[in-house]
Structure formats: C-alpha cells, structure tokens
C-alpha cells in the first residue's frame, strides 16, 4: 500500500504581530523561555521514555483500548521523570495520569499501530513518522506534541467521554483558569477532587504539569486510594502561553474555523490535521520551530476484500471489490441473512490513532456516510474487525472481520457470498415467541444471576479487563 504525505513539514508564518496582544511582561517571559531535554516541564523527556520502552519489538497491549500491560505500569511509572505514589490494589493505566496522558498523545500523533487480535495486539512505532519525529529539533518536538493534544487529542482514545477532540482546548483552558493565583488547594476536598476527575480530568491535569503550565504539589495516597493532588500552581510560562494561544481564538471566526477544521478531519475518520496550526503564533518567540511532523495520509487501496460477518455463531464469509461503498456491503450483509432494508445502520472501527469512527447510514444527519466511504477507503487492515449496528431497536449487532484483501478481480463486481454457515435468525419474533422466551427466562434467573456474579469476578480478578469503560474514583 503506498502512502502520500499530508504536509510537507514546513508551514508560511503570518506575519501579524502577536506581540500587541501579550503585555510586556508575558513576552519577556517567552522569549527567555528555552526548550531543552530538562524543559519546559518533562513532557520531552518522559515521550522518549516512552519510545524507548517500545522499542522495535513492540509492546504487548489490551484487547479493547489497547492499553499498555497491567504489569508493566509499576516499572513505566518508576522511569517518569516525577513518579506518582498510589495505594490501589490492582492498579490500572487510568490510575497512572501522567502515563494515561502520554498514551493519549502518543497514539494521537499518529506514531504507533496496532498488530494482531484478541489478547495478542501490539503496539508498534511507525518508522517512517518515528523517522520524521527525530529528524526535529527539541522546540520543534515540544510544539507538535502540544499540538497534538490540542487539536488531536479525542478523549474516546483512552476510553474517557468527551466527545469531539478540541473539548480539550476548551476544558483545559477553563480549568487553568480557574486555578486562583494563590493555588488551587485539592487535598481534603472530596468534592473539588471528584469534580476535577471528569473535568478536565486527572490525564489532562498531568499533561498540563508535564507540560511546564502548571506545577502539581502531590502527597502520600491514603489508604486504598489512588493519585492525591495537594495543591495546583500556575507557572508564568502557562499564564504567558494560555494568553498566546488563547490569542489566535479570540475572535469568533477564527476560532469556529479551528473547531469546524477538527470537526472535518474527524468526520473523514483520519484525525490527520496538519501540524503547524499554532505555528504563526508561537514562531515569533521561538523561531527555532521551522518544521513540523511529516505524517503519512492513506490512500485508496484496490482489491477485493474478503469480509467474514458473523452474528454470534452464525456468520457469512463475503467478497466484495474495494471500489464499491460501506452502503453496498451493507446491503450485502442484510441479503446474506434474509433482513430487510427498513432500518439505520452505523458502521464503527477504530483507526490507526486509536479512536473509534462511525460511518452512518446516507439517510441520517450525522456524516460520514456509507454511500460516500468507499470500502478500499476504510482504514482496517487484514484481521481487524468493525461493527455493523442495524435498526437501533432491536440493536442487531453484526462483527465484521476484515480476513484478507485480494488482488483486484474482473470478475467480481459486485458483491459475492462465498460461504455460510448457520442459519439465519428471525429479523422479527411474534409475540407468541417472546412470551414464551419470557417465561423460560423466568425459570432461570437463578442460573443466570449465579454467571453474572462469575463474569463479574474474572473481571475484578483476572487480566482480561479494560481500564477505559469504568467509572469508579480510582484516585479517591
């Protein structure tokens, strides 16, 4: 598959002059400011620790989120540049902020994949981005990784609720501001604790600490509990940088250009916005920021793909060439097991950034839609899986695993069944059925609740779990 280059890693600086809109004392504080390995914050330091860990060979990660391993988080902590105390029993990556934070970047960099299925993905390092990501200077590195999270950074990545990405800007931006010039005192405060875990929560709290904007007082957890803040301080580097980069946002145009830009990029599923966005801002009190990240844009690729659609134990294996739409291989799946066309449907997989994507119906509000999305367009490699979500009542949940892609055949198509196995469930049951289905549920409810509590304790006491889904105050 051949990869074109979305920018050439060089961006036109606007001439305006920022600096009547910083009081004197902001501007001296950015042009004294220097980027090195020791500053500002550790954010430079704790990504190459990061990339080292990874190294050539990978790391092992979790089914769902793709999380780094359970057992490796102790030791990743310990190698951060500020590591964190908790007293949690079975820790997961959520209850580690500051490495929550840098997964969260790193993935939406665009640096890393996923390989494999199931419990054996990795997570590996795109040489040819890594290769751009070193080819920058410290100023030039620092920049794209703020950047990144800024307008890259969906909080869905890590499993968290945020909805579109630059929710970060808005909420990182109104929790810094917030933070009263005395300090911000969190220790003993249930609440302010609790209320600062979703907003702008404890990964992007650390991300502005790693960051050099904000200085985080830490203390000993208390018992059973995780990450305890005693008190939050704005730097002068962060009051002088919220104001720079707030700059360029004031107007409301411009700002709704910013958000309609994200929005676009989202919508197309590659999250790819090009690098520099801040670039005419920032470049006057750091002129060493002269090249961006060069990162690769997928292209059509041709073939026929070979799709295995299974609904439970029941499935269908099916041809269909790259150059038809989601929408026809969405009819082919209902035809292959006897649905009838009168619902909505969402097709959803994760892409290469780690975030989930949504390609809709053509008669819904929301774009993308399928009739649009060509199916050598979508970005699932060979055994990866999406689903296909038809008629949002009964929720017909289809897995969609993409088994391989062919080369381009003329003599297919259109799309072709070329195996089954089971049979087809009823799109519809009677009344009569469902109340018959109600009274044996009925009869077992015992056996059934006697499972949930089974599952429940694998959950709480294997490796199989997630820590993205879970709602609970780790850091309490």
């Known amino acids: 598959m051949t990869s074109n280059k979305k920018n050439s890693g060089k961006k036109k600086v606007n001439k305006k002059n920022v600096n009547n809109e ?15 390995e020791n500053g500002p914050g550790t954010i430079l330091r704790d ?15 979790s089914s769902t989120y793709n999380f780094f391993p359970i057992k490796l988080l102790p030791q990743l902590n310990a190698k951060m540049a500020h590591p964190i105390e908790i ?47 070193r080819s920058l200077n410290l100023t030039e590195r620092y920049f794209t990784l703020l950047e990144t999270w800024l307008f890259k950074g969906n909080p869905e990545i890590i499993g968290e609720r945020g909805g579109m990405t630059w929710n970060a800007i808005l909420n990182g931006f109104q929790f810094f501001q917030k933070i009263p010039a005395k300090g911000l005192k969190v220790a003993s405060d249930k609440d302010k604790e609790r209320s600062i875990s979703y907003h702008p929560g404890f ?5 502005l600490d790693m960051f050099g904007f904000i200085s985080v007082q830490q203390s000993k957890p208390e018992s059973g509990k995780g990450w305890h803040i005693n008190e939050i301080h704005r730097t002068p580097l962060g009051d002088a940088f919220l104001q720079l980069i707030a700059s360029p946002l004031k107007d409301l145009e411009n700002f709704w250009d910013y958000m309609d830009e994200m929005e676009e990029a989202e919508e197309e599923g590659d999250g790819n916005i090009p690098f520099g966005k801040l670039q005419p801002t920032i470049q006057p009190f750091f002129p060493e920021w002269r090249n961006n990240l060069i990162i690769l844009e997928r292209v059509f690729q041709d073939g026929v793909y070979i799709f295995k659609v299974s609904l439970g134990s029941i499935w269908r ?24 066309f009168d619902h909505l449907y969402q097709f959803t997989y994760k ?6 994507r949504n390609i809709y119906h053509p008669y819904m509000d929301e774009p993308p839609w399928a009739d649009d999305v060509l199916i050598g367009e979508i970005e699932l490699k060979p055994n990866k899986t999406m689903t296909y979500l038809y008629d949002f009542g009964d929720n017909w949940e289809f897995q969609v ?27 519809y049951h009677s009344w009569d059925e469902d109340e018959g289905e109600e009274e044996y549920e009925d009869e077992g409810d015992d056996d059934d609740e006697e499972e949930d509590d089974e599952g429940e304790e694998e959950t709480k006491d294997g490796d199989k779990s997630d820590d993205g889904g879970k709602d609970e105050n780790e850091n309490g």
């Open 22 to 36: 910083l009081t004197p004392e902001y501007q001296k504080i950015l042009h004294e400011q220097v980027i090195d």
């Open 47 to 61: 990504f190459e620790t990061l990339l080292h860990l990874i190294g050539p060979e990978g790391m092992p990660v």
């Open 87 to 133: 007293d949690l029993k079975r820790p997961q990556q959520k209850s580690y902020p500051y490495i929550h934070g840098l997964y969260l970047v790193l993935r939406a960099t665009g640096m890393t994949y996923v390989e494999g299925t199931g419990t054996k993905q990795r997570l590996f390092l795109d040489e040819k981005v890594l290769e751009s990501w």
């Open 203 to 207: 990964y992007a709290v650390a991300l």
């Open 317 to 340: 294996r099916i041809a269909i060439p790259g150059k038809m739409y989601l929408d026809n291989l969405s009819g082919s799946i209902l035809n292959a097991f006897d649905f009838d």
């Open 351 to 356: 892409t290469r950034f780690g975030a989930p």
């Open 401 to 427: 695993k993409l088994e391989r892609i062919d080369p381009p055949d003329p003599k297919i198509k259109k799309p072709v069944i070329l195996e089954s196995h089971g049979e087809a469930p009823e799109q």
